[in-house]
């Protein structure tokens, strides 16, 4: 699995932009207008900047969509590694990624929100979904395990047992905004999924 670019620190054209700031701008105008609808004089008109000045920093507009995916699926992908190393049960393995993979939501979300949206449309968007498919294969496996090892309720397929657990985390994009003094969401997500899906002794 490929990691990102780190964003270069070097300032070209305008001062105050870097290949940081200016992937932020373009994230938060495809998030507004869709990636198919923004072009990159729509983003040279946000920045206040020549269209060449942005391509000091990047080669198209597909390249920032990748590094923005990218950046959104490697923090759901460290998570998922980062679970793998947790000692105990299945069960606890999969809460681990639930309550890091709300964390990366809420860390990056115009970035996951960006992801969520992607449909196939191109070379980056297919990518993009077949490493989502990785990681739902992944939240899948470990639901089966969990599964078997009697600690979640066994009737339920484990592919749609992955499929609500994230379809919840998911759907954080479409209300929450962090606000400080908020209750930490991942516990309250870990509550409500955990506490329907653990079977009892």
């Known amino acids: 699995m490929s990691t990102a670019p ?27 207008r869709g990636y198919d609808g923004t072009s990159m004089e729509d983003l040279a008109r946000r920045l206040g900047i020549t269209k060449s000045a942005i391509y000091h920093h990047v080669p198209s507009k597909q390249e920032l969509l990748r590094l923005a995916v990218d950046r959104a699926l490697d923090g759901l992908f460290a998570v998922a590694e980062e679970a793998k190393a947790v000692d105990g049960r299945a069960v606890e393995q999969l809460e681990f990624l639930v309550r890091g993979s709300v964390g990366v939501l809420v860390e990056r979300l115009p970035f996951v929100t960006l992801l969520l949206r992607v449909r196939g449309n191109t070379k980056v968007e297919r990518s993009a979904l077949a490493r989502r498919r990785e990681f739902d294969r992944i939240v899948a496996e470990l639901v089966a395990r969990a599964e078997t090892e009697g600690d979640i309720r066994p009737d339920v397929d484990p592919a749609v047992t992955a499929r609500l657990l994230f379809g919840m985390v998911n759907s954080l994009i479409e209300w929450y905004r962090p606000r400080k003094g908020d209750t930490d969401i991942a516990d309250v997500v870990a509550k409500i999924a955990f506490d329907g899906i653990r079977l009892r002794s």
Request: charged share 35%.
């Open 6 to 32: 780190q964003a270069r620190t070097t300032r070209r054209g305008r001062p105050g932009y870097d290949l940081e700031s200016v992937l932020r701008i373009a994230v938060k105008l495809f998030n507004e």
